[in-house]
């Protein structure tokens, strides 16, 4: 009886640790699977380039979403002073990708002479040459 008794537990055993490794080898799938995920994800993030701008009452709201690639808040920053605006207010992020949302005003008055594209292109580059 008491070999039986053994047989049974050891059975037992068997099949638990079977019932482990296939929910350890599932664990490892999605593992993987996930880490698949993030790393398209990353890549998608790296390759996009948003830059939007918007006329408000004070100025000019704008909005960048690039590649962190170092120098890409100066790279802006120098294409706002070469069009002659101001930054009054700046949020920005510089994680995994480079997010900066600004509200930039015109020097001396010359607001009316900046057109929404114009500061969209001078953005666009200065994202670009920093990127590139």
Do not use: P, W
């Not at 993987?32 to 006329?55: D, F, G, P, W």
């Not at 000019?60 to 790279?75: I, M, P, Y």
């Not at 207010?89 to 929404?116: C, G, H, K, P, W």
């Amino acid at each position: 009886m008491k070999s039986v008794k053994r047989s049974s537990i050891f059975m037992e055993a068997l099949v638990q640790i079977y019932m482990l490794k296939l929910k350890l080898e599932a664990v490892q799938r999605e593992y993987l699977h996930l880490m698949a995920l993030k790393t398209e994800y990353l890549n998608r993030i790296k390759h996009s380039q948003e830059v939007k701008v918007e006329k408000i009452e004070e100025g000019f709201l704008v909005r960048v979403k690039c590649e962190n690639a170092g120098d890409t808040l100066v790279s802006v920053l120098e294409a706002f002073e070469e069009m002659g605006l101001t930054v009054l207010q700046a949020r920005i992020s510089s994680n995994n990708y480079f997010s900066m949302e600004a509200i930039a005003v015109a020097e001396n008055q010359n607001q009316d002479q900046l057109d929404v594209r114009d500061i969209t292109q001078a953005i666009t580059r200065a994202t670009e040459i920093n990127g590139h």
